[in-house]
RNA sequence: GAGCCCGUGGUCUAGCGGUUAUGACGUCUCCCUUACACGGAGAAGGUCCCCAGUUCGAAUCUGGGCGGGCUCACCA
């Protein structure tokens, strides 16, 4: 061993030595049974940032525990590279247009981005550590991918699941597409509340609204039924300012006469309420925004204008002709879509969905056969599961997705589908379709929209486990585990849920765990706050170790502030057990085999014993931070602190050599169990110390493959409880010494115990094996025992 | 507005019916003892957010506040 380790370099040898020699590689037929895991893959962005290094060290740790433990672990990676996410990408950092492009050069440069910018990405991943078998990838754009996202499509055609129909839709202008209801979030934003003149049986009636634009739009009037000062006008006219038209005034409950002037102008489309009361009410539809977020036509003179502009203009012009009541400047939550943050309208347009609205006791039912790590987390999926109010519109009117496996004939518009066995397709390129239409036309339109990325990423179970060979497949799939981070539970893990119950009609796995944030400060880490702390950083300046260490403080479900404190204590940890192991290296010089013989032997041995118990309970609990304390605990204090002082002298000066080879054999053990305890959390540090100490001996070609440590003694109760006495009296030994600001070295005359007698065993008498141990740690002349009806207690005597 | 989570020494945190309330970081004192000064020994530091209740007994259970966070919803 060298004199100081440096995880540097080191941590970068074994990241080699794991890829060289396949450690992670899974073999369907390997022994063990199969603990598969639903790998979140990462939305490819350039670099990883520290929430990933943290809710994947988390994952990892679970990973590399069950595989100590002799599971056969699939562990896959993947990249989620197709949709919106890229293109934005791609747009931000090639500083173009995908809709002022050619369709297929824009498509083309996106695959180049990606090409360039994977491999360093993915590496992020390997370089904290993470297990996985970085050859059963995919990327969620590749071949694979897009024929199982395909036949997925396909299978919910067949199943009526998928249907297209022309409707109010969710619609980002800005990038011009339609979107589902999950990638809308709230923003507070300014505007103002304008109270604005209508006519209606020759008096005015004052309207507030905060988009006056969509006066063009507007095709009905709203009041509470119980209105009073509204009731004589149902079923009258009101006539819109400024454009002049006719509107009929109706009563509906949905009317607040709290809020404004308590009636209320109804647009197609200003909000989702508006739309509910054009299907209720079977209102006409007046579109007055376009696509990509401007005026229309029927604006008259706001035509071609920016909907924002629009609004100021037309503010003004009913200002100037008196028609502007009264204007309060508010801050109000929008609908934004939480990609660009542009606000949310509502268009009509054709587009497929996926029926679901139908399956929502079934979905709670789903939710409810998983188990949930923190099980709290259960109740987001409910939330939100209650909360659905559309179908999951999955058509995206962009470029680079999967596409849509349909043509349209020119004539009837029927939906011509791909044949399954000829997946992937693109219906751009693969055209025309060798078929007819049932009309008997032979002429067909492509579809250009593709597919939602959460379409094909809520199949990473399949986009999995059919890497493998067909006849293998059963063995990963449905798997045991989705391990992800608790901001895309309504994303992610319930899409999952719903495709693998509408696909195949089960769970797609039995255990979800879910990780919290990394905050700092209390708040979200974002590049706008300027509060990012990248892990690659922090690697380059601690080690990967030393991050996991700090990664693996917090349990599943916590957030945790980041604090570079507490990375620096993993980086202290990876120390102390490079000092540990060196000081056991030099102790085990020449020794081969042996027994603990000696009491102190025993009792570490003990403690070694009831750690790994409390270690596989907490982590079969999915509990790693509590197996973590427990081990520190032991490492720490059991081992380093107390043990290690107290067979020093005996290890040094043995007055016998069996003194000194149970010492060796309890010693021996301690550290092959340490390192494969430790090497779910550290995995660098223990893979360096297995390689140099223990390899040769215990002939595993890496420390992560060897079996979870088993120590074979019977509990003896004895031993344990007096061991506990030792500890008392070093303790008090060092109290004395401390508080006489003495060396831990001074002698110390005597040492009197007064041990009460217990019912089952004499103290004075079981403590005995310790006292030349004890001696030799204290420097004590002697150490009597005086039994005491009273309280345990120690005196020192200098 | 609804749901969920959280509120413990200066900071972060364990404990979840009976503990001298855990540990880490920080502070202070001492100790260079041949694994480690990136260490060791010791000390100081706490109305366990507030109020009420249940109980022989509550940081821990119940109810009500207050404060923070997340998610969903409302969005004229």
New binding site residues.
Partial sequence: MTE?YDAKTAELTWLKHWEDNKIFSFNPNAKGKVYSIDTPPPTVSGKMHIGHAFSYTQQDIIARYKRLKGFNVFYPFGTDDNGLPTERLVEKTKNVKGARMERQEFITLCEQTLKEIRPGFVNDWKRIGSSCDFQLFYSTIDKNCQKISQEGFLDLVKKERAYRKEAPSLWCPQCATAIS??E???AEKPSS?NEIVFMAEGKELI?????PEMLSACVAI?AHPEDNRYKKLFGKKATVPLYDFEIPIMPDTK??P???T????CCTF????DMEWYRQYNLPLKEAITRDGKMTAIAGKYSGMRTDDARKQIIQELKDAGLLRAQTQIT????VHERCNTPIEIIQSKQWFIKYLDLKEDMLKWGAELTWHPA?MK??YD??VK?L?WDWLISRQRFFGIPFPVWYCTKCDTPIFADPKKLPIDPLKDFPPAKKCSCGNTEFIPEKDVLDTWATSSLTPKLASTLLDKKDQHKVYPMSLRPQA??II?FWLFNTMVRSRLHDGINPWKEAVISGFVTMQ???MSKSKGNVIEPQEVIAKYGADALRYWASS??FG??L?Y?E??VR?G??FV??LW??A??AN?NLQGYTTGTATHATDKWILHKLRNTIQAAEESFDAYDYA?AK?AL?KFF?QDF??NY??LI?VRM?EPKDPQDKQSAQAALSTCLSALLRLWAPFTPFITEELYQTLLKEKEGYASVHIAPWPVVKIKEDKKIEVAGELAVEIL?AA??K???A?????APIKKITVFAPKNDHWNLSQEIQPFLADLKAATSAETIQFEDATAEKRIEVEM
Avoid: P
């Fill in positions: 100081k209801q999950v809308c979030k709230d509340f309207i507030a609204t905060t988009r709203f009317a607040n709290e809020k404004g308590g009636i209320v102008m200003g909000d989702q309420t109000h939550a929008v609908n709290f109740s987001r939330n939100w909360g109010q608790h901001d309504t209390g708040e979200k917090s349990k916590d957030d502030d604090h404190k507490d204590t980086d202290k120390t102390k000092n540990a060196n000081f030099l509590h304390a520190e720490w380093c602190d290690l002082e020093k040094y303790a060092r109290k010494k401390s508080e600001k003495l060396s831990m070295k």
